[in-house]
C-alpha cells in the first residue's frame, strides 16, 4: 500500500520540532518536507547547529502541496494569530490536519472551519499531547468511573520560564506572546483544560485575574490563575511564566471517595492516591502509583496517523475540541463570558 503523504506547515510554534522529528524518521509514512513560509526564520534554522534543519527538504511554494491529492495529511506549525488562515486552506484543499494549541485566537473562525472539516470528513486533532499521558488517563478514568466520588474540585498547575525576548522564535517569548489576551494562559492552559473538560465538562461560569507580576513588557500576562465554576464543584487553573527550574507542574482532583495528585507530571513519576475504599489493586489509604514516563508526542503521533489509515478510532471528539477551544477563550476574555 502507498504510504500517506504528509507535511509540515510553519516552525514557530514551540513544539514544531518536537512534531518534527517524528515526521522525519518515521516509516509508515512519505514525509515530504516543510514549509516556512518566513524566509528570514527558515534562513535561520539552516544556519543553526542543530542538523535536523539542514537534513529535512524544504518546501518553497505551498501550492505544491495543497493542490497535490498525494499530500493527505498537513501538520501545523505556524504561529497562533497565523495558524487558523493556514487551516482554512488545507481543509479548502481536503487535507487532515493536526493543528498545534491552541486552535488560534478567533473561536468563531475555528468553530466554523470545524465544521467544515467534519462535513467533509476531514480528521482535525489538536496537538494536546498529555492525552496519552499514563497519568492524566489514569487519573480521568477514576474520576469518571465515580471511584473518587463525586468531584468537587480539581487544581491544575502548569507553569514555565520564558525569556523577555527569544533571539531564535519570538513568538513563543514573553514579548511575542504579549499579543495574545492573557499571555502565558493563552499559551499554555489549553493542556490543563482539555483534561478538565474530558473529566467535568464544559463550565457553568469562569472568571480569570490576569497580572504582570514580573516582565518588562508591562502588556505581557505572566501569573494567571482562572477559577471554572461547575453546578457542584469548582476548577483552579494557574499558569505563570517565571517559575524557576524544573517547574512543579501538577494536576489535582479531589472527590467525596478519595483524590488524586500528580506532581510533577512531567517528567512523570507517580500519583498520590487516596482512597476509602480499596478497587482494583489500591488499598484504603494513600496509594503511590508509579506512572511511566513516556516521549510527549510518539503515541499521540501514531494514533492520530492510524486514524488517517482507517486503522484507529479518535481519542477525542471534534465537539470536544471546540469545547476546549471555547472554555480557554472564555477565561481570557476573548468570548464575554454570561453573568
Request: charged letters at 30%; glycine letters at 6%; a neutral charge.
Amino acid at each position: 500500500m502507498k504510504k500517506i503523504g504528509v507535511v509540515q506547515w510553519g516552525t514557530k510554534h514551540g513544539h514544531a520540532k518536537g512534531w518534527l522529528e517524528l515526521l522525519f524518521n518515521s516509516k509508515d509514512i512519505e514525509f515530504k518536507g516543510v514549509y516556512e513560509p518566513d524566509e528570514e526564520r527558515k534562513k535561520s534554522l539552516i544556519n543553526s547547529d542543530v542538523k535536523l534543519w539542514n537534513q529535512i527538504s524544504w518546501i518553497d511554494n505551498s501550492d505544491e502541496f495543497l493542490t497535490d491529492k498525494n499530500i493527505q495529511i498537513i501538520f501545523i506549525e505556524e504561529s497562533n494569530n497565523k495558524s487558523l488562515d493556514v487551516l482554512e486552506k488545507c481543509i479548502q484543499n481536503n487535507k487532515h490536519v493536526m493543528l498545534d494549541k491552541p486552535a488560534g485566537n478567533n473561536f468563531n473562525h475555528f468553530r466554523d472551519l470545524a465544521k467544515q472539516a467534519e462535513q467533509k470528513n476531514l480528521i482535525l486533532e489538536l496537538g494536546y499531547m498529555f492525552r496519552q499521558h499514563e497519568g492524566f488517563k489514569k487519573i480521568s478514568k477514576w474520576s469518571k468511573s465515580g471511584k473518587l466520588g463525586k468531584i468537587f474540585m480539581v487544581r491544575a498547575h502548569m507553569s514555565t520560564n520564558l525569556p523577555e525576548i527569544n533571539l531564535e522564535n519570538n513568538d513563543i517569548s514573553r514579548s511575542g506572546l504579549a499579543k495574545y489576551r492573557g499571555g502565558v494562559f493563552f499559551d499554555l492552559a489549553g493542556h490543563m483544560i482539555d483534561q478538565i473538560c474530558w473529566i467535568q465538562g464544559r463550565p457553568k461560569k469562569i472568571k480569570s485575574f490576569f497580572m504582570n507580576s514580573d516582565s518588562k513588557n508591562r502588556d505581557f500576562h505572566d501569573n494567571t490563575v482562572s477559577i471554572f465554576e461547575y453546578d457542584q464543584s469548582m476548577t483552579i487553573v494557574d499558569i505563570a511564566a517565571m517559575e524557576a527550574k524544573p517547574m512543579a507542574r501538577r494536576f489535582e482532583v479531589y472527590g467525596t471517595k478519595g483524590s488524586a495528585i500528580m506532581e510533577p507530571f512531567e517528567p512523570a513519576e507517580n500519583i498520590k492516591l487516596t482512597i476509602e475504599h480499596p478497587f482494583e489493586t489500591y488499598n484504603e489509604g494513600v496509594n503511590i502509583v508509579k506512572i511511566k514516563d513516556v516521549p510527549r508526542y510518539d503515541l499521540p503521533f501514531d494514533l492520530f496517523i492510524n486514524r488517517v489509515k482507517k486503522e484507529g478510532k479518535e481519542i477525542r471528539d471534534l465537539n470536544h475540541e471546540i469545547l476546549v477551544q471555547e472554555t480557554l477563550m472564555r477565561a481570557t476574555g476573548d468570548i464575554n463570558e454570561k453573568i
